[in-house]
């Protein structure tokens, strides 16, 4: 598998939010955070600033998810990437 130009494919990342006191966030609190957490399987011909296995946060509409050898990955544009952790 090889996205071409700014594409990535990424793998999203369910996290465990916790609030400054420590308390966990509930699943509808957390969706209304704007961006989530993902690992790159695979960047694109023409991504500069992220490699295979970074850790990024990106803008949670973005992208689409596709079906690629039975297993579900989520496509993004690289300029919907705001974090390289």
Do not use: H, W
């Not at 600033?49 to 496509?75: P, Q, R, W």
């Not at 544009?77 to 952790?85: A, F, G, K, Q, S």
């Amino acid at each position: 598998m090889q996205p071409i130009n700014k594409y990535l494919v990424i793998n999203p990342v369910e996290e465990q939010i916790t609030t400054a006191s420590g308390l966990l966030m509930t699943s509808s609190d957390a969706d209304g955070l704007r961006y989530k957490k993902g690992v790159v399987v695979k960047p694109g011909t023409n991504v500069d600033c992220v490699k295979e296995g970074d850790v990024i946060y990106y803008d949670k509409n973005a992208g689409f998810t596709m079906m690629l050898d039975g297993v579900s990955y989520t496509i993004i544009i690289e300029r919907d990437v705001v974090v390289v952790l």
